[in-house]
């Protein structure tokens, strides 16, 4: 079975500057994706980036990035220019390719953003 | 376009009681997916409907079951509830089976009491 692991339970950053969130995960498939989810308080799922396995190249949008180790199975996301409304909770989530829509999350990370 | 729509948003429940929650997705959207979120066990996958069919299920007792109509829309049950059922429970659409974006609603908050 899959599995996805969050290490920080909590992190914090001053706005304005970069942090990083780690996910590790554990699978024997070789198609699969890996996604950052982010959920603020209203508890509504907000898909932040996605990576598939086969693409070497690390996902970017905007102000998120993925540092993406296929053989180190990690998969850490890092923020830029931190701001006010980038603090949720963010999940990292795995899935199968070609399998469904099944997703394995990890325990999720709470991130704090300082004035 | 609207978004994923999930009715109740908030429900109190007996124990032993059951519940039927309702999703409805985006226009278009074939797949549904239902996740339970509790701050003990996290999310967890409970089911997938695309078309009518059920394509994968979680881990979780029969107590739960779901079920899509011809509209996409999709409906879950939980039978006898039990205290340990109060969670969040998720609803994702996606357009097709193992496409790149899964879109959230709101979620139900359920409580058993």
């Known amino acids: 079975a899959q599995t996805v692991t969050q290490s920080q339970p909590e992190m914090s950053v001053q706005e304005a500057e970069t942090v990083t969130l780690s996910c590790t995960y554990d699978t024997s498939e070789s198609d699969y994706y890996l996604f950052w989810y982010k959920q603020p308080p209203s508890r509504q799922m907000i898909l932040v980036i996605r990576q598939e396995a086969y693409k070497q190249q690390n996902a970017t949008e905007n102000r998120f990035s993925v540092n993406f180790q296929k053989a180190a199975k990690s998969f850490s996301l890092k923020i830029s220019d931190s701001q006010l409304g980038d603090a949720a909770m963010y999940f990292c989530?795995?899935?199968?390719?070609?399998?469904?829509?099944?997703?394995?999350f990890g325990g999720g990370t709470r991130l704090m953003v300082k004035p | 376009k609207a978004g994923v729509t999930q009715t109740p948003r908030y429900l109190i429940k007996t124990r032993g009681q059951q519940v039927t929650l309702s999703c409805s997705p985006i226009s278009g959207h074939r797949s549904v997916s239902w996740y339970q979120q509790t701050p003990g066990q996290g999310l967890q996958f409970l089911f997938e409907y695309f078309s009518e069919t059920q394509r994968n299920k979680g881990n979780f007792p029969g107590r739960f079951s779901g079920r899509q109509f011809s509209n996409s829309r999709s409906e879950m049950n939980v039978s006898t509830l039990e205290l340990g059922d109060s969670a969040l429970y998720l609803c994702?659409?996606?357009?097709?089976?193992?496409?790149?974006?899964?879109?959230f609603g709101p979620g139900t908050r359920l409580t058993v009491t």
């Open positions: 989530a795995y899935r199968r390719g070609n399998a469904g829509n099944m997703l394995t």
């Open positions: 994702a659409s996606s357009p097709g089976l193992s496409t790149y974006e899964q879109y």
